[in-house]
């Protein structure tokens, strides 16, 4: 046996190792208290206050994102939902009463929420605390044990999270576990009770593949293209600010970020306009450049920086023009915000996923284009409407699907833990936050008391007599 061979089923056997642990304690956990499992959220609470400028600093050293923006998008909305679940808990876990049904008489039934038991939890890198500790908080909630796998292309945040998910907590319950591809693969390989995994639709694949094996309930919280439809009707310098924070905000590696825009094509100009108003006003407000602006943050990587540039040079080679930016500096990960008009359907950029800071304007003359193009491709994570047209407003929802929608701005659905946030088929199974977080966690447990000494079903039990038989009759009338 050869060094590399043992270090792998070293690594096998430790990951399995956890598992089995935990496997034994979720059937203790199970039992605990809502009082416990508060406790424990708000051990976490103080955790990541003690923790923030840690994770400031981790993201920053990752892809120099500004600390206020990680308080903002990463550290702010784990702990808003700590708090909206706490606030919640008792409510959620009380077993809810349902109706009973006629030819049931005498029974009462409920719905219990119980721990599913161990589960995974993988997540990507471009909100890799939030995507890590927000699915964390469900788990906790719900009475599960949880394993959670952060993504090895943000190496500084994941050494943190472990950190802190060690000092929190005991391993038998939490546990992180950093590593590649290789290590996710040996996780998936395991028989977990759920798997919540955020990502791209690719490896979302391969995870409800291995999942299957098992028959693991997962939720797959994917991505795709976003699209923008504006109507004629709003105020284009208003909106244009908007979209510019939505698509640069983490440097457009958002899972909800705009990913294109369709505007009418006779208020193209205007928008190429204001969005370069918008531009200057959020990232170059000093007038040194957006390179050496603070706020405006890195792509993660060489190989996602060459994936970008390469898309732009896709598209400018097909006939696309670059309306805004186009500079590009590998060095320094730097890729100014840049617009493109002129595109194509057959373009590169229009069939992946941009994940970056580059905004393709596509135009219509009637609305019906717009909505056919987008009923032509993947349903989205989100789709945005800007518009004062009620009536336009209705068409696209009711002419269209998508996992949410904020009209007249962007992203803000994500950050309302009342709304459930996930996709819909090619962008997601399974939805998320909240109430539908603890639930996507929990298995919902029908259960139905009978009385003890008398049942009205006994009336229908063989032999099938003719009186049998004048009940049955008698009882389908009321179907
Ligand atoms: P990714 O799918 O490459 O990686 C996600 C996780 O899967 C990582 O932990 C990674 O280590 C693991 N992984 C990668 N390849 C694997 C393989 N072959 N087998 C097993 N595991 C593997 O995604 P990413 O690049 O980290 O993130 C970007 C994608 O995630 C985008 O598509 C984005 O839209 C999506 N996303 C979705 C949401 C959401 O809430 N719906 C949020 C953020 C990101």
Redesign the pocket.
């Known amino acids: 046996m050869n060094h590399t061979t043992e270090l792998v089923i070293s690594a096998t056997l430790d990951v399995r190792e956890v598992f089995e642990t935990q496997k034994n304690f979720a059937q203790k956990l199970r039992l605990s208290s809502v009082e416990e499992r508060i406790a424990k959220l708000r051990r976490l609470e103080k955790q990541i206050m003690a923790y923030q400028d840690r994770i400031c600093q981790a993201v920053f050293d990752d892809f120099r994102k500004h600390p206020t923006e990680t308080l903002a998008t990463e550290v702010f909305l784990v702990l808003s939902d700590i708090k909206h679940t706490i606030s919640h808990l008792r409510k959620w876990t009380k077993p809810t009463k349902v109706g009973t049904p006629l030819p049931l008489f005498g029974t009462s039934s409920y719905i219990r929420h119980e721990p599913k038991g161990v589960c995974l939890i993988?997540?990507?890198?471009?909100?890799p605390f939030q995507?890590a500790f927000s699915p964390l908080v469900s788990a906790i909630a719900a009475g599960n044990c949880a394993v959670i796998?952060?993504?090895?292309?943000t190496p500084n945040t994941s050494k943190v999270m472990a950190n802190l998910v060690r000092e929190t907590f005991a391993k038998e319950e939490i546990v992180l576990i950093e590593?590649?591809?290789e290590?996710?693969?040996e996780l998936?390989a395991l028989p977990f009770n759920h798997i919540f995994?955020?990502?791209?639709?690719?490896?979302?694949k391969?995870?409800m593949a291995?999942a299957a094996k098992h028959l693991t309930s997962v939720t797959?919280?994917?991505?795709?293209k976003s699209p923008v439809i504006i109507d004629e009707t709003p105020d284009f310098e208003l909106i244009a600010e908007r979209l510019v924070w939505g698509k640069l905000v983490n440097n457009g590696?958002?899972?909800?970020a705009p990913d294109y825009v369709f505007v009418p094509k006779n208020k193209e100009n205007e928008l190429v306009a204001a969005l370069e108003k918008a531009i200057q006003k959020l990232y170059n407000s000093s007038g040194k450049g957006i390179e050496n602006e603070a706020s405006y943050c890195r792509i993660?990587n060489a190989r996602?920086f060459q994936r970008i540039n390469q898309l732009i040079a896709d598209s400018v080679e097909k006939g696309a023009k670059i309306a805004i930016g186009g500079k590009l500096d590998m060095n320094d990960r730097f890729i100014s915000p840049t617009v493109l008009t002129d595109l194509k359907p057959d373009m590169n950029i229009m069939q992946e996923?941009i994940?970056g800071p580059v905004l393709p304007v596509l135009t219509y003359h009637h609305l019906s284009e717009a909505l056919q193009f987008i009923n032509e491709n993947e349903k989205p994570?989100a789709l945005y409407i800007f518009s004062k047209n009620q009536e336009n407003i209705q068409h696209i929802l009711d002419n269209t699907s998508a996992?949410g929608t904020t009209i007249n701005d962007c992203m803000l659905h994500?950050s309302n833990p009342d709304l459930p946030?996930?996709?819909v088929n090619n962008?997601?199974i399974g939805k998320?936050h909240g109430f539908y977080g603890f639930k996507e966690f929990s298995n919902e447990r029908a259960v139905l008391r009978q009385k003890y000494r008398w049942t009205s079903v006994s009336m229908l039990y063989p032999p099938y007599t003719p009186k049998v038989r004048r009940l049955v009759d008698w009882l389908m009338r009321f179907f």
């Open positions: 993988i997540s990507p890198w471009n909100y995507l796998k952060p993504s090895e292309m590593g590649g591809v290590t996710t693969t998936l995994f955020t990502g791209s639709p690719a490896v979302g391969i995870v291995a797959l919280e994917l991505g795709g590696q958002t899972c909800i993660v996602h996923e994940f994570l996992g994500i946030f996930g996709g962008s997601g998320t």
